[in-house]
């Protein structure tokens, strides 16, 4: 039960780190770069298709 407690609460850590990323902030997935010359676009990609 454990390991299903930590695997949900990573995804909803996870996706409150997304929605309060700013444009300038770092990248979540580490590279170094901001957010929005490494994945804004992909993300906003997914969410109008998730969207519709």
């Known amino acids: 039960m454990k390991i299903l407690d930590r695997l949900f609460s990573y995804i909803k850590d996870e996706k409150k780190t997304l929605v ?17 010359r490494c994945h804004l676009e992909t993300d906003e990609e997914k969410r109008r298709k998730k969207a519709m």
């Open 20 to 36: 309060s990323l700013g444009r300038n902030d770092i990248c979540w997935c580490g590279s170094g770069r901001k957010y929005k």
